[in-house]
């Protein structure tokens, strides 16, 4: 069974702090990606990855960061958190394209205060 | 870049009915998918369906494609108290329409509520 775990389920960071917020993987699949969910916005990509150490922007990279140093692991960073980074991050893997289904982590509900 | 949107927003229905919910889309797409979120958890995907099929079945869904009017419809019958989520559509976009491979664009959802 595919299994794609985040490291926090919730996390409480302030202001100008950088945070991590790490995602792994046990199915080997290529794909990974950072989505964030927001109260009527639905979700929206952040980065995604095809294979270790590459990377693409998704619709909103501006203030995230992400790192691919292993197939299983994709982490994604906040430089500064600032409030309106507030949201729940979504984690998700696919093997192959977009004829294959995405699988997804529980979220990580991050507060920035 | 919105591509795919749900149609009703909230759904309110009783155990034992019926509960359609509806996806519309704006350019030409090789799949959809379907997924449903329950409160506080991640997506779980239901059902994927081509552009070359116009129906599919899985249990007790149904999920239907026009590629004409570019639009999906998620059909759960006899729902259950279980069943309560928001539910979502997600299209890729062919590369012919600036679309990357393996990514996917999610609407905003349909929050169904079943109640006992």
């Known amino acids: 069974d595919v299994k794609v775990t985040q490291s926090s389920r919730y996390l409480v960071k302030r202001t100008g702090e950088k945070v991590f917020l790490e995602c792994v993987q046990d199915?080997?699949?290529?794909?990974m990606f950072w989505y964030r969910q927001d109260p009527g916005l639905g979700l929206r990509l952040i980065y995604f990855s095809y294979d270790v150490k590459m990377k693409e922007k998704g619709d909103i990279p501006e203030g995230y960061s992400v790192s691919r140093e292993k197939k299983e692991r994709f982490s994604l960073i906040l430089e500064s958190a600032s409030t309106n980074q507030t949201s729940m991050y979504l984690c998700?893997?696919?093997?192959?394209?977009?004829?294959?289904?995405?699988?997804f982590g529980d979220g990580t509900r991050l507060s920035i205060l | 870049s919105q591509q795919g949107e749900e149609d009703p927003q909230a759904l309110s229905i009783q155990e034992g009915e019926n509960a359609t919910m509806n996806c519309s889309y704006k350019?030409?797409?090789?799949?959809l998918q379907w997924y449903r979120q329950n409160s506080g958890r991640g997506l779980v995907h239901l059902i994927l369906i081509r552009s070359n099929e116009r129906e599919k079945h899985s249990g007790r869904l149904r999920v239907t494609l026009d590629t004409s009017k570019k639009s999906s419809s998620l059909l759960i019958t006899a729902s259950r108290a279980a069943d309560t989520a928001s539910y979502f559509c997600a299209t890729d976009i062919s590369p012919n329409y600036g679309g990357s491979q393996g990514n996917l664009i999610f609407g905003k959802g349909t929050k169904l509520s079943v109640k006992p």
């Open positions: 199915m080997d699949h290529e794909n």
């Open positions: 998700a893997t696919a093997q192959g394209g977009s004829n294959q289904p995405q699988h």
């Open positions: 350019t030409s797409i090789n799949n």
